[in-house]
């Protein structure tokens, strides 16, 4: 069990570090002002940009099934 904990905080903190590293998709200040957004627009993720959104998937898959097994294991009180 502890080795379940220690994995998780793990891949909590891999998570947030790579997520602050993505660069932001469109800016706060058109959201709010009515602005034409580039939000939605088909933009190819290249190079770095690619790794790091799959990274980020991994890990956010990686961190549900993580949590579901800590959940299971409380659950059943071992």
């Not at 790794?51 to 409380?74: D, E, G, M, N, W």
């Amino acid at each position: 069990m502890v080795f379940l904990d220690y994995m998780l905080l793990v891949v909590s903190i891999l998570l947030i570090g790579i997520i602050v590293l993505q660069s932001s998709k469109d800016d706060v200040s058109k959201a709010f002002s009515g602005e034409k957004s580039d939000l939605f627009a088909n933009k190819k993720e290249r190079g770095l940009e690619k790794h790091i959104s799959r990274f980020t998937a991994v890990l956010s898959v990686l961190f549900f099934v993580l949590s579901l097994i800590a959940a299971f294991f409380i659950e059943r009180g071992f």
